[in-house]
């Protein structure tokens, strides 16, 4: 038997797998456990508790028209319904619901490249397109664009953007969100729009220009439960000469001040505009043992100082920190530009610089062996491999959520953030892995994000206690003034909590937003706190 929704009867819900069966086909439409159970999330907080939460049945279409008679037949039964593109959000809650008994609407049949411009540089695609299939079509065809890509190439660029996902390529590309341009959207009720200049039948410039005339709603979509998108545009990167690497050292505690405000120059003028990661050489490799002496450094009564881990850094010939710069362009140009970024970063006392790698586009299948493929365009599952046995690693973890809090682009914050973290781990006992000097990730381009990788186990006695203790490092870390950007389902009230301003009043509005759309409360209820209002009372 399903879990069906709240209040809905068996009757309903038969009536309506009925109905959507004819709409899309009996062999699209999913009831039986074992087809349903694949929508759970296997990295789901609550595995196989009774309160893990999960759909009652699933229905596939292939056509927008589809979609919008799976959005009327909801209507008709108050079926509640949870789209889906790909369904590979792991970490951040799967292809599951936010509310159990919701019936899933799986799109990743509708994984039709419309079209891939490579002379205005642009891709337009459907939900069910994966960073795969959009690899294949654009290699296939010697298109002369680079894609962005996330780490999960199963991912969907729809999907992807619409959870505010972010890759690995030039600061305007990586924001997922932020780089695409035009959207097709079924609103709740069944009713089909396009935004931007799509809106206009005779333009031809929907993937060009993104506003159109009036307001730009297309936010309105993302982490949001307003509406289903059925195709979304995205700006792409023309193909580069080539890209090359640099790295700079730095051999002081306190210099991560002056190594943030330079590398924050030299990426807001568009001097580096690949991702100029920051690292923590003093420690040595993340996830391998840290050598005898420094292991009894760090573990001696009130841990290492500043100081002394200065100098053994300096014995060791390794820096402190470690800022990883990227640039793709013509080979002259991005040699100008680390010849320049290394003037900059000369400003500060004994910073050391090495050459990284450099290659011309295409790469060999050699040197892509060598990448970190998705920075030079190749889609990849081998971010998956996070959590599995290893030498270091004697027993792996079954799944992950992400805790993943905004914070300010300085390295005062920085500072101040490994602080905060280091005591809510300790205050809490969340394991917060990400080694002894935890830095932030930097794919946004104007704003840093910490990532913390928090085990999900398959004994319900660990995972219950990592549930509260993650409600209090959301909390905790509010305080301080470092919020999430993104959370799985089972976290979205308390983040959502968190952004209070004004009592509360954004998610105010975007509650009167969702009544007056959605007034049956059919789609994704409760995504990102959004409730149908007869669901509110039982909110965080
Ligand atoms: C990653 C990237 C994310 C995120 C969680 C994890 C990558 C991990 C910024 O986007 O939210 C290797």
Same mark, same amino acid.
């Given at each position: ?285 993340? $996830? *391998?043992?840290?050598?005898? #002496?420094? !292991? ?9 100082? @500043? =100081? ?112 905060? $973290? *280091?005591?809510?781990?300790? #205050?809490? !006992? ?9 830095? @932030? =990730? ?99």
């Amino acid at each position: 038997m399903p879990k069906l929704p709240p209040g809905l009867s068996s009757k309903d819900f038969q009536g309506a797998i009925g109905q959507f069966e004819a709409a899309v086909g009996k062999e699209w439409v999913f009831t039986s456990d074992e087809d349903v159970a694949l929508y759970r999330d296997s990295y789901s907080v609550f595995l196989g508790e009774p309160e893990e939460i999960v759909a009652s049945a699933a229905v596939a279409p292939d056509t927008v028209e589809q979609v919008q008679t799976v959005m009327k037949i909801a209507n008709t039964f108050k079926v509640p319904i949870f789209p889906i593109s790909t369904g590979k959000n792991l970490g951040y809650g799967g292809s599951a619901p936010n509310l159990s008994g919701s019936v899933v609407l799986d799109l990743k049949r509708m994984n039709r490249v419309v079209e891939v411009d490579d002379k205005r540089h642009f891709a337009l695609v459907e939900p069910g397109v994966s960073y795969f299939d959009l690899y294949r079509y654009v290699h296939e065809r010697g298109l002369k664009v680079l894609l962005d890509l996330p780490d999960p190439g199963w991912g969907s660029p729809v999907g992807n953007s619409l959870d505010h996902g972010v890759g690995y390529s030039t600061g305007e590309m990586r924001d997922h969100f932020g780089s695409h341009c035009g959207m097709e959207v079924v609103l709740p009720n069944g009713e089909l729009i396009r935004t931007g200049m799509g809106a206009a039948p005779s333009a031809k410039t929907w993937q060009d220009y993104r506003y159109g005339a009036g307001p730009y709603i297309d936010g309105m979509f993302s982490q949001s439960n307003f509406g289903v998108v059925t195709k979304m545009g995205f700006w792409l990167n023309p193909l580069p000469d080539a890209y090359r690497m640099g790295t700079v050292t730095v051999p002081k505690h306190q210099d991560m001040i002056p190594l943030v405000d330079v590398r924050n120059y030299l990426e807001n003028s568009g001097i580096t505009n690949g991702m100029p990661q920051l690292g923590s050489p003093v420690y040595g490799r993340q $996830f *391998a043992p840290p050598d005898p #002496e420094l !292991g009894a450094m760090m573990t001696k009564p009130g841990g290492a100082t @500043p =100081a002394e881990l200065e100098e053994y850094a300096a014995r060791k010939g390794r820096g402190y920190w470690s800022c990883g710069l990227q640039f793709y362009g013509p080979e002259k140009v991005i040699a100008a530009q680390w010849e320049y970024a290394r003037e900059k970063f000369s400003s500060i006392p004994g910073a050391k610089f090495e050459e990284g790698p450099s290659y011309k586009f295409p790469l060999t299948p050699e040197q892509i062996e060598k990448s970190h493929k998705v920075t030079v365009g190749v889609p990849d599952l081998s971010i998956f491999t996070i959590g599995a046995r290893s030498p270091f690693n004697a027993n792996p973890s079954h799944g992950h959520v992400w805790f993943s809090p905004i914070v300010p682009r300085t390295g005062q914050a920085i500072l101040d953030a490994q602080k905060v $973290f *280091a005591d809510a781990s300790r #205050e809490t !006992g969340l394991p917060l892995l990400a080694g002894p000097a935890p830095l @932030p =990730a930097t794919y946004y381009k104007r704003a840093f994000i910490f990532i913390f990788g928090i085990m999900v186990s398959t004994d319900p006695v660990v995972n219950k206690k990592n549930r509260e203790a993650f409600r209090n490092v959301i909390r905790i870390a509010a305080e301080k003034g470092f919020v999430e950007y993104r959370t799985p389902p089972a976290f979205q009230d308390d983040v959502v909590a968190t952004y209070s301003f004004n009592n509360h009043s954004l998610l105010r509005f975007h509650e009167t937003i969702k009544d007056a759309i959605d007034p049956n409360g059919i789609l994704a209820a409760g995504r990102y706190g959004i409730w149908p209002t007869a669901m509110r009372a039982k909110r965080a």
